[in-house]
């Protein structure tokens, strides 16, 4: 009986090392994302309060309006990944669930790890725009955009 219990948490750890791995990488992608959102939000403060006079003032007006929407598909994409995560932790927690007690939680594990899939491609999705719309307005000159 013990050595059986053994087994199944063996077995339990073995399949959860996939998603623990899954989880480091969202892990990584979360520090990335931060990492920008923290210079968008250093740039919007740098620039409304005015530490960049050289600039004409409608070139301020649009460089916030374009952090800010830097700054929300940002927060979007984390709040995404931030799901995925979530998510994972869940299914490895099923997981365990399962073999401790034996319960037939296929389809559960199933629809958690797809919706953190979904929510992963989402996040993704929206720190690829935020990518778009950085290097795009970085390379202009403000007379171009």
Known sequence: MI???AHLVATAIQLALAPVFLLTGI???LNVISGRLSRIVDRWRALSEGRSASMPAEAVAL???ILERRRRWTSVAMA???VAALLV?????????EALLAAHLNGLIGALFTGAMLALVIGLCFFMREVHLG?????????ER
């Open 89 to 97: 932790c869940m299914v490895i927690a099923a997981l365990f669930v």
């Open 63 to 65: 460089e916030l309006h």
């Open 3 to 5: 050595q059986d219990s």
């Open 80 to 82: 995404a990944c931030t």
């Open 27 to 29: 892990a990584g992608l």
């Open 135 to 143: 290097t795009t307005n970085r390379m202009r000159t403000p007379r």
